[in-house]
């Protein structure tokens, strides 16, 4: 991998655990930097932590691509070596509680005197300052406060939360890029500077037209179900052996639609004359639409839509996902090989460069794996790496 990728000039120094942050260093790994995670001494760690067994999917998927070295930070001589990483590094990125960085000495008010250039990249649950900066956040809290449970799920049957934990995705996507503008500024600039996010705030930016219709119109959004929010018809609809979704909005693909589902007298019904009338009587008319779709089964009407130009698709179990033979040809899951966890496959990028797509080639490192590597490079001789083992320094 060493050489590799678009970042490969950059290094990254990956102080986080549990998603989000993991989330955001595994994006510059996979496209060449070199990520280099910091991890307590096993002997040190307190139980298992979340994201379950090391070789197990959750950890396996979040930390490809990067190398591992223990550190306890808590001892002085730990923290004399994470600075002479940063003095050489490019980007740190941490999601610890906002005051836990302070005690450690490992802020970014520290570490840019160490090095100026530094790009410093801080996840928090709610925000480094306000009410709520001392709390701790959790992905589906997020969920909750900024919004999405009370839009999600079926009306009637109370809030629901959505079945990934979006909010820590979403902040370790924002953070990693707001650490590419940030970079991008510093080519300019020659200074580093803090980048801040929050599952609150990537919560509430992922909400998109939803928290639009209330900070623009005035409405407060509420359950859909499998229905689109406004426009309609798009949802979920029967067919004689299963399920399917069909996209039906607009006045054009509507009438493709019905001519598609040889139900031209819904075009003559003025309760669907247009989509502000399909969007009220939105009940009446996927019964209708019901009707008709329960003719075929689902790859009948899948196909019968598609040479209708009306967007549509099957409702996939996760084994028929990667089945599938578009997703196959997108190769968005990665092969990884390991002599204990044997050939799996992991899941990529989902997006391409011409040329310098992402690399995904090193499996998940071992728990400080590259410790003596490290330490080596930054100028340690072997009696002063053991001395810091014997010590439980790394």
């Not at 859909?224 to 006045?251: E, K, L, Q, R």
């Amino acid at each position: 991998m060493t050489g590799k990728g678009a970042l490969s000039r950059f290094k990254v120094i990956d102080l986080t655990r549990v998603r989000a942050g993991p989330t955001c260093a595994r994006h510059l790994a996979d496209w060449g930097a070199d990520v280099i995670k910091v991890e307590t001494p096993e002997s040190l760690e307190e139980g298992e932590g979340m994201g379950g067994p090391r070789l197990g999917p959750d950890f396996w998927n979040l930390h490809r691509n990067k190398r591992s070295i223990t550190l306890n930070l808590k001892e002085p001589d730990a923290v004399a070596i994470f600075k002479k990483l940063v003095a050489t590094a490019d980007v740190v990125v941490e999601n610890y509680r906002p005051d836990v960085k302070h005690r450690l000495g490992v802020d970014y008010q520290t570490l840019r005197k160490v090095n100026p250039r530094l790009v410093y990249a801080s996840i928090s649950g709610f925000g480094q300052d306000g009410p709520y900066a001392p709390l701790p956040g959790f992905d589906q809290v997020a969920q909750g406060m900024g919004g999405l449970m009370s839009i999600t799920g079926v009306p009637g049957e109370g809030p629901m939360r959505v079945g990934i934990p979006v909010a820590d995705l979403s902040a370790g996507n924002y953070a990693a890029m707001g650490i590419m503008v940030a970079l991008l500024e510093r080519e300019v600039s020659g200074e580093g500077q803090w980048v801040q996010t929050s599952l609150l705030q990537a919560q509430i930016a992922m909400l998109d037209f939803q928290a639009a219709r209330w900070t623009v119109a005035g409405e407060v959004p509420g359950q859909a179900g499998n229905d689109h929010p406004t426009s309609i018809p798009t949802g979920v609809f029967p067919t004689s052996d299963g399920d399917i979704n069909i996209a039906a909005a607009g006045d054009v693909i509507w009438r493709r639609c019905c001519e598609a589902l040889d139900a031209k007298a819904l075009l003559d019904n003025p309760d669907y004359a247009s989509g502000a009338n399909r969007s009220k009587n939105r009940k009446a008319l996927n019964a209708e639409l019901a009707v008709h779709t329960r003719r075929f089964t689902s790859a009948a009407l899948i196909e019968r839509l598609n040479k209708a130009s009306v967007p549509c698709g099957p409702i996939y179990k996760m084994d028929e996902v990667f089945s599938d033979v578009q997703v196959r040809h997108v190769g968005i899951a990665s092969p990884m090989q390991h002599p204990v966890r044997g050939d799996v496959a992991v899941i990529g990028q989902a997006m391409t460069l011409s040329r310098t797509p992402s690399v995904v080639d090193r499996p998940t490192p071992g728990r400080g794996e590259h410790t003596d590597a490290i330490l080596r490079e930054l100028g340690y001789t072997d009696a002063q790496v053991s001395d810091f083992r014997k010590r439980v320094v790394v």
